[in-house]
């Protein structure tokens, strides 16, 4: 599985952006998926998790009715819709695979995207 993300830029605070990964491989609707991101001199964390049927999701404590992530099959893309950011939430984004939710939620994935900048300005 080979992953492709776009979407990321420069918003004020309160603001939104899509995050976009794109997947190329006959196998993407078997992977769950998940966005992750790593701001300057933090560790990277899990933001957004969806399992390979959809029905399980999970988000960091943080980010909490304000994303949602979402998954079609029929276009092997995962989505990550940001509203209300704050200055917090400024990182590089990385969209993953991994057949495992837990592992993904533990930032452990079998295929990683390039990041995507994404900016918050206060």
């Known amino acids: 599985v080979q992953l492709q993300a776009s979407g990321g830029g420069l918003v004020q605070a309160g603001g939104s952006l899509g995050l976009s990964c794109a997947a190329s491989?006959?196998?993407?609707?078997?992977?769950?998926m998940g966005w992750m991101r790593q701001a300057p001199g933090k560790e990277r964390e899990s933001v957004a998790v969806?399992?390979?049927?959809?029905?399980?999701?999970y988000y960091a404590d943080s980010v909490k009715g304000r994303f949602t992530i979402s998954r079609d099959d029929a276009r092997n893309t995962v989505l990550l819709q940001m509203n209300s950011l704050q200055p917090e939430d400024t990182a590089v984004y990385y969209c993953?695979?991994?057949?495992?939710?837990?592992?993904?939620?533990?930032?452990?994935?079998?295929?990683w995207g390039q990041g995507t900048q994404v900016t918050v300005s206060s």
């Open positions: 993953a695979a991994d057949k495992s939710v837990p592992a993904l939620t533990a930032v452990y994935a079998d295929y």
């Open positions: 491989g006959r196998t993407f609707s078997q992977y769950a």
């Open positions: 969806i399992s390979w049927s959809g029905h399980s999701i």
